[in-house]
């Protein structure tokens, strides 16, 4: 009796669900869309737009987490000190309440600009490209902003706000280059062992940030003697993350790793949504007040977090990062390597990522194009100008669209749903803001874990290509500098390559 139930249930949904990708199918939606044309439907597509986002809306925290790290617009002024007392740099490093509280706030700031980002730029790769991808603030540039241009808590060379300048002009430089149409041949001038190389390399410099207690695990601390070592500390210097006793007794990396198992469990058994999965348990668990792995201590900062979370649902406003932006200081060289070095990551990154999934989706013509082409290119660049002014960095289409596609997403209409899951989640701004650096680093590190699988196409064999692309695999966790992995990489090879430039232009010459 029960089965008979079931079974009826089951046709009147087949029966309902056939009716309603019929209806979308033939209305205006469905033919400017063109489901049946890609042999898609209404509900197939809202299937694969939701598995995407599950895949990809570990970036809402752990964009917000990197680039918090910054210290975003906070400075000594938002420091506390005693009365008849002025504030001294030290303040940003060492724990201070006031700020500290206005790094929670920018980080819901950032919380924000990344939904807000995530979502204009998928809803627009749906409606203007009609592709099935998702867009947010990509891994690699956040970190490269957050650490080498702005540094750890604004110790850096360039301020925030000199940092997102930089972004905008690179995102309109890539605006240009995608509208000339001359992203492609740009990617192709990089040496090849270097573009393979870049990828593990970014990998690797994430996936060592995710290691460090101030970012991640806390796993990895500085050293006098090695420079790193492991720490995994229950008790570190608050200012320099160096072990001050009880080495691998870290109650919160013990969390974190447990995080990471699963994480890479759901990935052994390709469960979507498997690095949301493995952030959520840790969060969950470090939620809990009165423990060792709390994130609401008992502390006057903690106490302020606890009853911003308690809230659940709010809609904050961006208050700082949102046109944070200053043109001051760009007569210094670190700007202009800056730009160079993010538009190369962009040109190289996004075309491939883009070429890939158009691959995967069968998309691509005998020509080597595919349909749409263009305007994604257009909406990937003009996303990173919008992403500047909201206060992220440089916005790119994400691998994790992968997971949209085996679902059997074709058409815009997965993007659009990608979208509006990212603004249904721009009302639990309390519940993401209050994810804790040990459940962010798992996911750093699963990122380095992903990327390692190009260097299997670098030819190991010729010391010509495999020279310059450990050197740049090398040079970016080693040095803290995706921009010195590049030019170090590049050097090498022309280094390696100058021989043979001489034996062709003498050839030239006496020709």
């Known amino acids: 009796m029960g089965n008979g139930v ?68 906070c400075s000594i002024a938002d420091c506390s000190v005693p009365v008849n007392q002025t504030a001294n740099p030290d303040c940003m490093i060492l724990p201070n309440e006031g700020y500290q509280n206005c790094l929670a706030k920018i980080k819901s700031d950032l919380i924000v600009g990344t939904i807000l980002s995530a979502m204009i730029g998928s809803i627009a790769m749906g409606v203007l490209a009609n592709l099935p991808l998702g867009l947010a603030p990509g891994m690699g540039p956040n970190a490269y902003l957050a650490y080498n241009l702005v540094g750890f808590h604004g110790s850096g060379k360039l301020s925030y706000q000199t940092a997102l300048a930089v972004v905008l002009l690179e995102g309109i430089a890539f605006l240009a280059i995608a509208a000339f149409g001359l992203r492609e041949k740009l990617a192709r001038l990089i040496p090849h062992p270097v573009r393979l190389a870049c990828a593990a390399g970014i990998g690797l410099f994430i996936a060592f940030v995710g290691l460090q207690v101030h970012q991640g695990v806390g796993l990895v601390g500085p050293d006098q003697s090695t420079l790193v070592t492991i720490t995994a500390c229950a008790n570190t210097n608050p200012a320099t993350g160096e ?82 932006i200053s043109f001051t200081n760009f007569n210094r060289s ?65 691998v994790e669209s992968s997971a949209g596609l085996r679902e059997g997403g074709r058409t815009g209409l997965t993007a659009v749903t990608i979208g509006l899951c990212f603004f249904v989640s721009l009302f639990f701004v309390p519940l993401l803001s209050s994810v804790p650096p040990w459940a962010i680093g798992p996911s750093l590190v699963m990122v380095g874990v992903m990327t390692m699988k190009v260097v299997k196409d670098i030819d190991w064999g010729n010391m010509k290509a495999a020279a ?5 695999m090398i040079l970016m966790p ?34």
């Open 6 to 73: 079931l079974t009826k249930i089951g046709k009147s949904w087949s029966k309902l669900e056939k009716g309603l990708n019929d209806g979308v199918s033939k209305s205006k939606v469905g033919k400017y869309f063109k489901l049946e044309a890609r042999r898609s439907c209404f509900t197939k597509e809202l299937r694969a737009g939701l598995a995407t986002f599950l895949t990809m809306a570990y970036i809402i925290s752990v964009n917000a987490t990197i680039l918090a790290d910054s210290g975003g617009t």
């Open 243 to 324: 072990c001050l006793g009880g080495k691998m007794h870290s109650p919160k990396f013990w969390l974190g790793a447990a995080g990471f198992i699963i994480t890479c469990y759901g990935l052994m058994k390709e469960i979507k949504g498997s690095m949301i999965y493995g952030i959520v348990f840790v969060t969950f668990i470090s939620w809990f007040r009165g423990t060792s792995v709390t994130v609401f201590p008992n502390t006057q900062i903690g106490d302020a977090d606890f009853s911003y979370f308690k809230k659940v649902v709010d809609f904050h406003k961006i208050q700082s990062t949102a046109g944070a």
């Open 478 to 511: 080693l040095t803290y500098s995706i921009a010195n992995g590049i030019i170090g990489g590049i050097g090498l090879y022309v280094a390696l390559n100058l021989y043979d430039y001489l034996v062709i232009m003498i050839k030239w010459l006496i020709k």
């Open 334 to 398: 670190e700007v202009w390597v800056a730009l160079a070095t993010l538009l190369y990551v962009d040109v190289l990154a996004t075309t491939g990522t883009l070429y890939t999934m158009a691959e995967m989706g069968g998309f691509v013509n005998d020509e080597g194009g595919f349909e749409g082409e263009y305007s994604a290119y257009l909406v990937d660049a003009g996303s990173t100008v919008l992403g500047a002014a909201l206060g992220v960095t440089p916005i790119a289409t994400y």
């Open 468 to 472: 310059p692309a450990f050197m740049t």
